[in-house]
T-cell receptor
Framework: DAGITQSPRHKVTETGTPVTLRCHQT?????MYWYRQDPGHGLRLIHY???????DKGEVSDGYSVSRSKTEDFLLTLESATSSQTSVYFC??????????????FGQGTRLTVV | DQQVKQNSPSLSVQEGRISILNCDYT??????FLWYKKYPAEGPTFLIS?????DKNEDGRFTVFLNKSAKHLSLHIVPSQPGDSAVYFC???????????FGTGTRLKVLA
């Protein structure tokens, strides 16, 4: 298994509170991603990072921010959680070889409930 | 705008028969395609991939076919086993973008 750890694994929070999810990798992969999984929508990309301090928006970035100060850590922050952000969040990592993409490896997921 | 589409939300197949999962894409810049398998309460796991320079890739019971002109790919599982029951996602990326765009998934149920 790829060395990816997500924390926390489960969280319940109240509407309007800030929440930070952490993804930690031990593979030294350059690229890191945050996805959310929702019924009927599959996996949707929130933000991704292509290096330390280099991040970009994905398909559903509104209401989320990210930071990557070290290769191994990628943080996802919900500045003010809303019920629509109740979801399962997955972190993924990947590396590229000679500009060709390779497969991404996923963490176990974080189930976030906003009440 | 769904760039990667899996139009069948679910599929049931008898054990030992072939399972065929389909995926369509709209972005002609996509040149690398992947299939993932997901069990409940676990993260997706990589199954098989194919680059646009090929039209077929095989790994054991799993074969992926790519039809670039139709912007269509399919995953064949032969023979299907009960342990294959899971949600299957197809994904696509374009060289240099390092983003993976996923479909909505197909839930496969293999009946014993």
């Amino acid at each position: 298994d790829a060395g990816i750890t997500q924390s926390p694994r489960h969280k319940v929070t109240e509407t309007g509170t800030p929440v930070t999810l952490r993804c930690h990798q031990t593979e030294n992969h350059r690229y890191m991603y945050w996805y959310r999984q929702d019924p009927g929508h599959g996996l949707r990309l929130i933000h991704y990072s292509y290096g330390v301090k280099d991040t970009d928006k994905g398909e559903v970035s509104d209401g989320y921010s990210v930071s990557r100060s070290k290769t191994e850590d990628f943080l996802l922050t919900l500045e003010s959680a809303t019920s629509s952000q109740t979801s399962v969040y997955f972190c993924a990592i990947s590396e590229s070889l000679n500009s060709w993409n390779t497969e991404a490896f996923f963490g176990q997921g974080t189930r976030l409930t906003v009440v | 705008d769904q760039q990667v589409k899996q139009n069948s939300p679910s599929l049931s197949v008898q054990e030992g028969r072939i399972s065929i999962l389909n995926c369509d894409y709209t972005n002609s810049m996509f040149d690398y395609f992947l299939w993932y398998k997901k069990y409940p309460a676990e993260g997706p796991t990589f199954l098989i991939s194919i680059s646009s320079i090929k039209d077929k890739n095989e790994d054991g019971r799993f074969t992926v076919f790519l039809n670039k002109s139709a912007k269509h790919l399919s995953l064949h599982i032969v023979p299907s086993q009960p342990g294959d029951s899971a949600v299957y996602f197809c994904a696509a990326s374009a060289s240099g973008t390092y983003k993976y765009i996923f479909g909505t998934g197909t839930r496969l149920k293999v009946l014993a």
